[in-house]
C-alpha cells in the first residue's frame, strides 16, 4: 500500500514549498516532490528562485555592485581604493554559498513544519477512489497517493528557435549565473527583467554588454517616465541597448557567438560576443507531469489551465506560480501557494492581483506596484500623477546615490493611489509602503499626512504624494 497524504505539492520553488508549509500549519499530512539537483546529485529545494534565479541573481548583483562602488564611486566620498583586483571565482562561490544557505533553510522549514520531503521527479499515475497517485522517480522510484495535489512545477527559460542553450556560449539564466572569467565582450537578447539584471553584473565586472531587444519600446510594460529615466541611467553607465532589432542567425564557435540582425533601421549588422544570454522570457514547465494520464488541461502555450482559485479541471488538483497564468514573480507564487492551502482548509484564501509589486535590481532600481500612466490613460480614467526627484532628497544626496524619481498616480475624483512606480536608492524596498496602501486602498493624501523619518528615502514617497496635490515642500 502506497503512503498516503492528504496533499501532494510537485515543485519545491517558491509557490510550492511555501503551499506545503502553509498546509502543514493547518493541519494537513503534506508531502513535497521536488527533483532539482545540486552538484552533487543531492536535493536543492528552492527552484528556479533559490538555484538560479532571484536568489543568486541578487547575489552577484550586489557583489558586482560592491566592485563599481570601490573602483568608481568611493573616491567620491574621499576614500581612494588602490590594487583593487577582482576574483571572480570566490564571488560566484560566495554566490553558491547563499544559495546553499537558502536550500538548507528550507529543509529545516520542512522538518519543522513535518513536511514530508521526496526528491525525484513526481508524476501523475492515476486518478482513482478521490485519491491521485503520484510516482516519485528519484534514486528509486515509489508511488504516494494524496486527496490534494498542487502543481507548482514552475517555469523553463525560453530558447530561441533553431538556438539551443549550450550554457558555454549561448546562456540561459543558468550559464549567465555561472560564468567563470568576465568575457571581453558579451551580447544579451531581450532586454527585459534578466537582460537589465544579468547585463548589470557582467557590465560593472568589466565586460563590453550590448543588449538586443525585439520591441522598439524600452520596457514596455513599465511606466514610460520612469522606463525613459531608467534608460538614460543604463545608457550612461555604458550598457549599449539597441532598440527594434530583428535577431536572424546565431553562429557559435570556438572563438564566441556571432548575431546576424537587422537594426531599427533595417541595416544588416553584426555582433561579436565571446558569450551570449539569449533572455526573451520564459515558459511554463510540466515536463515529465504526464499530465495527460489524468486529463489535466493545458493552454495552447502548456500552462495548465486555472481559474482565479488556482483550480485546474480536475477536482482537487490546483497548480500555482509560474506554471499557470500572471506574472513569473516568486512572490506572487508564494502568495497563490499560500491561498490555496487556505482554501483546501475551508478557508478564504486570497491574491490581490492589483497590488503585486514588480522590482528589477539594476542601479538604479526600478520598482513598481498598480498601474501606469499609459495603463489609465488606454482606460480612460481620470488620474492626477505626483513626481519627486531622488535630486531633492536629503539622504538621497548624503548616499551619493540621486538618481530617479518616485511617480504617484490617483483617481482625479477620490485620490485612491491607483499606481506607484519608482526609478532609484532601494526602489525594492520602498515599493513595499505603496503595495501597504494601495492593499488598504489609501489615498495620495494619506501617505502625505502620515510622518516619514527623517533623512530618508521614503520621504520621496511622501513628497510624490504631496506633488499629486500640487505642494511639495522640498522641490
Ligand atoms: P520554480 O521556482 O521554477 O520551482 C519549480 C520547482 O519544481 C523546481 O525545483 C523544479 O525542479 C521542480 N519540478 C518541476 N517539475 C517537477 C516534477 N515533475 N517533479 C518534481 N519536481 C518538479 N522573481 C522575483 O519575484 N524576484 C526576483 O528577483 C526574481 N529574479 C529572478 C532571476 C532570474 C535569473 C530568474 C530566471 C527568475 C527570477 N524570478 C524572480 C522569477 C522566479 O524565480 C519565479 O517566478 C519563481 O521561481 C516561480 O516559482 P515556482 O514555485 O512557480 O517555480
Ligand atoms: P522578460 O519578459 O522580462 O523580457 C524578455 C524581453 O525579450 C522582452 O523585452 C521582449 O520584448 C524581448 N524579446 C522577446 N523575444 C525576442 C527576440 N526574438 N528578439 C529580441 N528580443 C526579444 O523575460 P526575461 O528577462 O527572460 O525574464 C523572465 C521572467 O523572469 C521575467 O518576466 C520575470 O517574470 C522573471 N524575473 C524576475 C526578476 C525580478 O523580479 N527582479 C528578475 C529576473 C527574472
Redesign the pocket.
Known amino acids: 500500500m502506497s503512503k498516503q497524504f492528504d496533499v501532494i505539492v510537485?515543485?519545491?520553488?517558491?509557490?510550492?514549498?511555501?503551499a506545503a508549509i502553509r498546509a502543514a500549519q493547518l493541519g494537513f499530512n503534506v508531502a513535497c516532490?521536488?527533483?532539482?539537483k545540486n552538484a552533487k546529485g543531492g536535493p536543492?529545494?528552492?527552484?528556479?528562485?533559490?538555484?538560479?534565479?532571484?536568489?543568486?541573481?541578487?547575489a552577484l548583483l550586489q557583489s558586482s555592485e560592491h566592485f563599481e562602488q570601490a573602483g568608481h564611486h568611493f573616491a567620491d566620498h574621499g576614500i581612494n581604493v588602490s590594487g583593487l583586483s577582482l576574483d571572480v571565482a570566490k564571488m560566484v562561490a560566495r554566490k553558491d554559498t547563499v544559495v546553499k544557505q537558502n536550500n538548507d533553510g528550507i529543509v529545516y522549514l520542512f522538518k519543522k513544519n513535518k513536511v514530508t520531503f521526496f526528491h525525484?521527479?513526481?508524476?501523475f499515475v492515476a486518478a482513482k477512489d478521490g485519491l491521485y497517485e503520484i510516482k516519485?522517480a528519484g534514486t528509486a522510484e515509489e508511488t504516494i497517493a494524496g486527496k490534494h495535489v498542487i502543481i507548482?512545477?514552475?517555469?523553463?527559460?525560453r530558447a530561441l528557435p533553431g538556438t539551443p542553450f549550450d550554457e558555454v556560449n549561448i546562456l540561459?539564466?543558468?550559464g549567465?549565473?555561472r560564468i567563470g572569467a568576465v568575457p571581453k565582450k558579451l551580447g544579451l537578447i531581450g532586454s527585459g527583467?534578466?537582460g537589465l539584471?544579468?547585463g548589470s553584473v557582467w557590465r560593472r565586472l568589466g565586460a563590453e554588454v550590448t543588449v538586443l531587444e525585439g520591441l522598439p519600446t524600452f520596457l514596455g510594460a513599465v511606466d514610460q517616465q520612469i522606463a525613459k529615466e531608467a534608460h538614460k541611467a543604463f545608457v550612461k553607465q555604458g550598457l549599449k541597448i539597441e532598440l527594434g532589432v530583428q535577431v536572424g542567425e546565431i553562429k557559435s564557435g570556438k572563438k564566441g557567438v556571432s548575431v546576424a540582425y537587422t537594426n531599427a533601421k533595417g541595416e544588416a549588422v553584426s555582433l561579436d560576443v565571446d558569450k551570449l544570454i539569449i533572455?526573451i522570457g520564459?515558459v511554463a514547465?510540466?515536463?515529465?507531469?504526464a499530465a495527460d494520464v489524468v486529463g489535466l488541461a493545458l493552454d495552447e502555450r502548456g500552462a495548465i489551465v486555472v481559474d482565479g482559485d488556482c483550480k485546474t479541471n480536475l477536482p482537487n488538483v490546483w497548480a500555482?506560480?509560474?506554471?499557470v497564468r500572471g506574472?513569473?514573480?516568486?512572490?506572487?507564487?508564494?502568495e497563490e501557494?499560500v491561498a490555496v492551502a487556505e482554501r483546501i482548509a475551508g478557508q478564504h484564501g486570497h491574491v490581490n492581483f492589483n497590488t503585486i509589486p514588480?522590482?528589477i535590481?539594476t542601479n538604479p532600481e526600478i520598482a513598481w506596484v498598480g498601474q501606469t500612466e499609459e495603463q489609465l490613460k488606454a482606460a480612460g480614467r481620470a488620474y492626477k500623477a505626483g513626481t519627486f526627484p531622488f535630486m531633492a532628497n536629503g539622504r538621497a544626496r548624503a548616499l551619493g546615490d540621486t538618481t530617479g524619481m518616485v511617480k504617484m498616480l490617483a483617481d482625479a475624483a477620490t485620490d485612491e493611489i491607483l499606481g506607484v512606480h519608482i526609478v532609484g536608492p532601494m526602489a525594492s524596498e520602498l515599493i513595499a509602503e505603496c503595495v501597504v496602501a494601495m492593499e488598504f486602498r489609501a489615498s495620495s493624501e494619506d501617505i502625505a499626512r502620515i510622518c516619514h523619518a527623517h533623512p530618508s528615502l521614503s520621504e520621496a514617497t511622501k513628497e510624490a504624494a504631496l506633488a499629486v496635490d500640487k505642494r511639495t515642500l522640498n522641490f
Open positions: 510537485i515543485g519545491g520553488g517558491p509557490g510550492g514549498y511555501i516532490i521536488d527533483e532539482w536543492a529545494l528552492g527552484g528556479t528562485c533559490t538555484n538560479v534565479g532571484c536568489i543568486p541573481s541578487k525525484g521527479r513526481g508524476s516519485v507548482a512545477t514552475g517555469s523553463n527559460a540561459s539564466n543558468d549567465a549565473l527583467v534578466i539584471e544579468m533572455s520564459r514547465n510540466t515536463i515529465g507531469l500555482v506560480g509560474d506554471v506574472p513569473m514573480l516568486a512572490h506572487k507564487a508564494e501557494g514588480w522590482v535590481y
